[in-house]
């Protein structure tokens, strides 16, 4: 693999801590990656699992296959292990009832109900084994390769595993992909058979311009969240897991997001049809041709500390001719301390073609030379 371009920082490292056990944050324009702990390590996702839940229900909704008013069937198993007599989260919705799905949303959104998880899942896959199977279909469909669920709720079950990492992009994706229905996460209670109840998000009551979007608690998985926050016009998200309290949860959050919005600015690396590196050519009508990203390469750098930024450009190489101009061969890859903040696929810039006899033979020379250095 050939590095090119680098920027060396003076030290690698973290330039935030967090008593989470795990972490992970994303800025939603450019992608950087703000900060990461532990940020691949498979754990229980208790409720946060609904997240998943979530993203099914707005897909069904936008492509047209669900509308808000349609009607879903509290059934006994729905009740029994969602419901008020399970001792777990609920909207208290009545047995043998039909609610219309908006109002399930709300419980999960608001309230983390169970209830509406299973009465969904029944409704749309028959029973929460086959919904579950399609939350881990749709989990690879998003590019989330370690997401696998055994039930709707995120309650304890066997083999059932997220990270951190992933649950932080599935909340990015939603609020990305479903715009007309993100504010569900926001609202700050609900009311249903004549209960009302807070939404459990502490962040929503900061004053930090947070909207969403979950949190999650079992014996196994400790305290969780995913927040969003828009504030002067960025949007981060978060997601920690493995906290020994809800009070140690929302301030950690808090926390970090209050960080990501005062410690860094936004830079530019390369603009519009920059070129941001080249690669070797073996065999071409000629020996390189230039690299460049589809659009301007920005990335949020800590203001303090722009020496902890480091850049390298990745690729196979050499590339052998003839090469299509627009392929993609490579990234750039940039680091924050010690966290990959961000990778930027890079495409050939010009077509090459394959070269006289005598450049080729040239080129065979020179990997003869030095292609062992690589």
């Not at 999650?216 to 400790?222: I, L, N």
């Not at 209050?258 to 070129?275: H, I, Y």
Request: charged residues 20%; contains cysteine.
């Amino acid at each position: 693999m050939l590095l090119m371009a680098c920027w060396t920082s003076a030290a690698d490292a973290q330039l935030f801590s967090t008593r989470a056990p795990e972490a992970y944050m994303v800025d939603a324009e450019t992608g950087t990656i703000l900060f990461s702990k532990d940020a691949d390590k498979p754990v229980p996702p208790a409720s946060l699992a609904k997240l998943m839940t979530m993203e099914l229900v707005f897909q069904a909704i936008k492509s047209g296959r669900l509308t808000l008013e349609d009607p879903f069937y509290v059934s006994v198993n729905a009740w029994k292990n969602g419901g008020a007599g399970s001792g777990g989260s609920t909207m208290f919705a009545k047995v043998k009832s039909s609610v219309p799905l908006e109002d399930l949303i709300k419980g999960m959104a608001v309230v983390s109900a169970n209830d509406a998880c299973i009465a969904i899942a029944e409704g749309m896959a028959g029973s929460e084994e086959n919904f579950a199977r399609l939350m881990t279909e749709r989990a690879r469909a998003l590019g989330l390769d370690h997401m696998v669920f055994k039930n709707s709720t995120g309650l304890p079950a066997d083999g059932e595993v997220v990270t951190v990492k992933e649950l932080a992009l599935l909340g990015l994706h939603l609020w990305r992909e479903y715009p007309d229905l993100y504010h569900y996460f926001a609202l700050p209670d609900f009311t249903w058979n004549n209960i009302k109840q807070r939404n459990r998000n502490p962040l929503l009551g900061m004053d930090i311009g947070a909207d969403g979007l979950k949190t999650g608690h079992t014996d196994a998985a400790g305290y969780g969240i995913v927040g969003s926050a828009e504030r002067n016009g960025r949007r981060l998200f978060v997601a920690m897991t493995g906290m020994s309290s809800s009070g140690e949860r929302g301030e950690e959050a808090r926390k970090m997001l209050d960080w990501g919005m005062r410690a860094f600015e936004k830079s530019e690396l390369f603009a519009q049809g920059e070129t941001v590196s080249e690669a070797s050519v073996f065999g071409g009508a000629q020996s390189s041709v230039a690299l460049k990203a589809k659009g301007p390469v920005s990335i949020f750098v800590p203001i303090t500390n722009r020496d902890q930024l480091k850049a390298r450009v990745v690729y196979t190489g050499p590339l052998i001719a003839p090469v299509e101009e627009g392929t993609q061969v490579g990234k750039l890859k940039v680091w924050i301390g010690d966290t990959l903040s961000q990778e930027t696929p890079l495409y050939t810039a010009d077509a090459v073609d394959k070269g006289t006899i005598y450049q080729q033979a040239t080129s065979a020379l020179e990997e003869l030379a030095i292609g062992w250095l690589r």
